[in-house]
């Protein structure tokens, strides 16, 4: 039985306190949260807590804060030599105050309060600076049924990076989808399925391979064509960007 | 019970004859294709044919061809008055020979060879020039369990375009992600669940309502270190359109 105090209660942290509490091998020791507005829905199932100096001992001390609180919190909790990580894609791990023995437990996807998600397909991002450290986070992980992975700062700030690529910018396409064609009275539904083969194509087939288009095919009639349809300035400048870069990962030109 | 001809041997005309044949209320009469070669693993279940003069009656001929050919072989066809449709996102309907009654079946998915498309899930975008091929054609969509979307040549065009943003645009960021990965030695596994939920998300919720990220929030700090981070120079002017876009969306400056 591993036991952790969480900290925060914000999307991840109402997330990780969901997959915790649905392991056997997990306990939630305490729940700290400066408000206890917030998590007190939970108040007959965890210990709820408002005040860092009622914290006591437990494995593993999550922190799900906002990046700009890891500092702070983790300087102002009141004891030493104990396992506190934080859950962000972006702040180094030496952010934690070196009181502290100090990990990194960053889950790679995105939350929404109201969206269930399933922690089982959650990726785990671990680092670590021993390996006692990295062996109890990775037995946390385990015990959620997550696939972790080890992971050094310098490859997870590369991956919060490609993170915003396939999430916010993927997700900037599909609105800008929405708006070309809601300017013609289109459905947005008959492109949903099409949006949904898109990403489950790149899971069994490399992007490079699972290219289609005229970008790819270089079919300048088309591109032409298109060009002409696009309306807005800066929808024109994301289709020339991205054509050229097809076209140069594909050997057109 | 409809009868289909169906020319072409590409990736749709598989998937159409694959899907055709799954419902009872439908019956291959015909299958066309210049060269027999591809068509003839299917020459014990379907008639195959490589001549035009062979052709005989059905009630809907279907040219699964390219979008170059379709002029030349509509006028081909050895009869007239009878429902021919191509099935091109792009080309306009009057590119049918005018002897015939015209019309196009347009499914809106990426089709690739060895990946099994559900055809239940592909949405139909019928347009026809008169009442009766309109139904005729939605009568085809229906028995094979389709959801058909009635469409203008404008709004086929206009969907067409939008169909580059959300699969191929998408899809090129999916192989940067890659790329930006790669050079760290990131297994790119860790990305999928991301991939997936991201184009999960926009099925219940508007892309507008799913945006998240650094540029949302016009958090500066960070999109200053991604900015940093990128090596590519085509990568990072992709960033720098792509959030500025966001952030026009979401009223930051």
Chains 1, 2 share one sequence.
């Not at 006591?56 to 906002?66: C, P, Q, R, T």
Request: net charge positive; proline share 2%.
């Amino acid at each position: 039985m591993i036991s952790v105090t969480l900290l925060g209660a914000g999307n991840l942290a109402m997330h990780l306190y969901k997959a915790f509490s649905e392991s056997d091998a997990i306990i939630v020791n305490q729940w700290y949260n400066r408000s206890l507005d917030k998590i007190s829905s939970y108040k007959n199932e965890v210990k709820t807590i408002d005040r860092l100096d009622k914290l006591n001992k437990a494995d593993i001390y999550i922190l799900a804060i906002s990046d700009d609180s890891i500092d702070e919190i983790s300087s102002a909790l009141p004891f030493d030599n104990r396992l506190v990580v934080h859950t962000s894609g972006s702040v180094s791990i030496h952010h934690l105050d070196k009181k502290h023995i100090r990990g990194v437990f960053y889950p790679l996807q995105t939350f929404t309060k109201d969206a269930d998600v399933n922690f089982k397909e959650v990726p785990i991002c671990i680092e670590a600076l021993d390996k006692n450290s990295y062996t109890t986070l990775k037995t946390l992980g385990d015990a959620m049924g997550c696939t972790t992975y080890k992971i050094s700062t310098e490859q997870r700030q590369t991956l919060h990076l490609s993170a915003v690529y396939v999430n916010n910018f993927v997700n900037q396409l599909y609105r800008i989808a929405h708006e070309i064609s809601d300017a013609k009275s289109i459905n947005f539904d008959i492109l949903k399925p099409l949006i949904l083969e898109t990403a489950r194509k790149v899971q069994t087939m490399s992007p490079y391979m699972a290219q289609t288009g005229p970008a790819k095919r270089n079919d300048k009639k088309t591109i032409k064509r298109h060009l002409k349809l696009i309306e807005n300035q800066e929808h024109k400048a994301i289709y020339e960007l991205l054509t050229k870069s097809i076209k140069k990962t594909h050997g057109q030109r």
